[in-house]
């Protein structure tokens, strides 16, 4: 069968009601947060509070540096702005991060935050230091709705989908742990501390598109943390009617998690294959928009014992990859109490590896960081959601 010959998947995303057109977020005093509002809402916003509209677009630029380049939250220190719009903007406005609620960090020196947001739910953020980067995995989602057998956050249920700025903000609050704002007067220092950013957090991206895109656009804004998007991968279970949006409204690089060379395993690993399967899938990645060599889609893929790690089964991924520019991202499980996998073997896992080196692909064998904080890939659950599973849910949970 050719690709054209696939049949499209014709099943609805799943919704969050948040995900609906609403009111911009506003704190409990009724002003406005910044943080996460595009450059086009922050306009909207700052006329509808009294800015003659000539000035608007010149205003927007000058908070914007204040907020995304400096790292200031106080508008009273935004100096190049006359007293009478800085009352105005306070009187408005607030700039306002989740809350961090508990930092733990690795004896090999990853760090994990337990971050709170409005409503009182929590989700979890990873910094990896590496030599000569820094990644910060992020989420987009309380909990998640895809239930990936091998997963722990998959064990926690979707509560909500986060707002841009609820995203927008981890990549600030990790920045402030890490004494990463520039400051002025200062040499410039071009060190990037978070250099990469990782949508592989909890939760399933694009599940929540709007509010990523969103959130991604301020990232990478060159007037304020300036992050390139070939800096930004996306990591997704195969959501295959938003994928080429990716490309086209973000322009990030693509992860998938894959994790299976037949549907019928991948169907229990990954259960939105049902949805979607892997020809279906596969047929959407080979049109994804600026594939290339440079710009290879990255295939994630958890060894599990006995599951899916035989030869048999890298003989079958380089058949079904093929002609896609590609690397492999071999992951060790990471366990967890209770799980039902078991890792595979060192041998096994670099068995599986020369094959795949061997037909021509890039397969690096990711180092599991964090283990011990429980911050490795497929471990992040709120600990405190794991404490209450029996208490009643947080304000405005969803229950979807």
């Known amino acids: 069968m050719t690709p054209t010959d696939i049949p499209q998947a ?4 799943t919704q969050d009601v948040l995900t609906l057109p609403r009111k911009m977020p506003e704190g409990g005093d009724g002003r406005i947060n910044i943080i996460g509002l595009t450059r086009d809402q922050l306009r909207a916003a700052l006329i509808d509070a009294g800015t003659p509209e ?10 914007w540096q204040w907020v995304y380049h400096w790292g200031v939250r106080d508008f009273g220190q935004m100096t190049n702005l006359a007293k009478d719009f800085r009352a105005l903007l306070a009187e408005k406005f607030e700039i306002a991060l989740p809350e961090v609620v508990t930092k733990q960090v690795s004896r090999d020196g990853t760090r994990k935050y337990l971050v709170r947001i409005a409503g009182g739910h929590e989700v979890e953020v990873v910094y990896i230091p590496e030599e000569g980067r820094g990644t910060l995995c992020i989420s987009s989602q309380v909990g998640c709705t895809l239930t990936c057998s ?4 998959g064990t926690q249920k979707l509560v909500r989908n986060l707002t841009a700025g609820e995203i927008v903000g981890q990549v600030m609050l990790a920045r402030d742990d890490l004494g990463e704002w520039p400051v002025q007067g200062a040499p410039k220092d071009e060190t990037r501390l978070v250099s990469n950013i990782v949508l592989m957090g909890m939760g399933e991206p694009l599940y929540n598109f709007d509010n990523v895109r969103d959130a991604m656009k301020i990232v990478m ?52 294959n049902k949805k979607w399967n892997i020809a279906t899938l596969l047929a959407a990645l080979r049109t994804y928009p600026n594939l290339s060599n440079s710009e290879r889609i990255t295939f994630e893929y958890v060894m599990l014992q006995g599951v899916n790690d035989t030869k048999e089964d ?34 096994r896992i670099h068995a599986f590896a020369d094959i795949l080196y061997n037909a021509g692909y890039a397969t ?25 599973k029996s208490k009643t849910r947080p304000e405005g949970e969803t229950g979807l």
């Open 314 to 347: 890298a003989y079958r991924l380089i058949e079904l990859i093929r002609g896609i520019p590609a690397k492999i991202n071999l992951i060790p499980f990471n366990e967890w109490p209770g799980a039902p996998y078991k890792r595979s073997s060192g041998n």
């Open 54 to 63: 000539k000035q608007a677009k010149m205003r927007v630029g000058q908070v």
């Open 364 to 388: 690096p064998i990711r180092t599991p960081r964090g283990e011990d904080i429980m911050a490795a890939c497929g471990q992040l659950k709120s600990a405190t959601e794991r404490a209450r």
């Open 221 to 272: 804004d060159n007037e304020g943390i300036a992050l390139g998007r070939r800096r930004i991968t996306l990591s997704t279970s195969g959501v295959v009617p938003e994928i080429a949006r990716t490309a086209e409204e973000i322009g990030c690089l693509l992860a998938v998690s894959f994790h299976a060379t037949t549907d019928e395993v991948r169907d229990k690993l990954v259960p939105i």
């Open 10 to 13: 014709t099943a609805p995303i």
């Open 150 to 153: 091998f997963c722990h956050t």
